[in-house]
């Protein structure tokens, strides 16, 4: 982590911890930056390091101007918009970064060439296996974005059906009053309506857990 962002750290944190401040703000935020919420909370506590690139990102998300984290605020210092989108879970913008800090390199000796190979060849070939990690990490954030979005939309289908199980039980239990029918008809139609109403919280939970679960692949614990 560079020394700029050591020191611009605990402002960082302090002002991340006002943003998230109301109950489910952080679940939200975290949501709204493709992240675990779990990870982010670490955050919060202070037991994770975060970089800069994190930081921008939800300036970016939020609709919160440039540099906004970097100065200490109160409560009434955060921008309508910005409370809005956290609190509507709808970002302002997309994150694709990470949030993990990029640690300073150490200064070493250039190692000795090894069974014959040069130097400068071995820097080479490192330089290639970490662009192609960089590359695997790129596709991998992208088609996990992708499957989260997904269930995400399918999430809000379940959430807000176009028929209201409500009235479509009121409308059946109407028709059984209406119908001269015998006692089993009866209790089939009914336990339709409930097989209906518990299978679709049941299957609400499951997709809720999903897309917790792919949230969590590839952040820290």
Excluded: C
């Excluded at 921008?79 to 150490?106: C, M, S, W, Y």
Aim: glycine content about 6%; proline content about 5%; overall charge neutral.
């Amino acid at each position: 982590m560079e020394d700029s962002d050591e020191l611009l750290l605990p402002v960082w944190r302090a002002n991340l911890v006002l943003l998230t401040r109301e109950v489910g703000a952080a679940t939200r935020l975290a949501r709204m930056m493709t992240f675990s919420a779990s990870y982010l909370k670490l955050i919060l506590s202070g037991q994770r390091e975060f970089s800069e690139e994190f930081v921008r990102g939800i300036e970016a998300v939020t609709g919160l101007p440039n540099g906004w984290m970097n100065v200490s605020h109160t409560e009434q210092d955060i921008p309508a918009n910005a409370r809005e989108a956290i609190d509507n879970e709808q970002p302002l913008g997309r994150f694709r970064g990470t949030a993990h800090p990029v640690r300073k390199k150490t200064v070493l000796r250039p190692p000795e060439p090894i069974f014959g190979q040069t130097g400068p060849a071995k820097r080479v070939e490192e330089e290639t296996l970490d662009a192609e990690a960089h590359r695997r990490q790129a596709h991998f954030r992208k088609v996990r974005d992708l499957a989260i979005q997904d269930v995400r939309r399918f999430e809000r289908h379940l959430s807000q059906a176009p028929v209201d199980l409500a009235s479509m039980r009121s409308k059946v239990e109407d028709v059984i009053a209406a119908a001269d029918l015998e006692h089993p008809i009866q209790a089939d139609l009914a336990g339709r309506i409930e097989q209906i109403e518990k299978h679709r919280h049941l299957l609400l939970r499951h997709v809720e857990k999903l897309q917790a679960l792919l949230g969590k692949i590839g952040e820290g614990d």
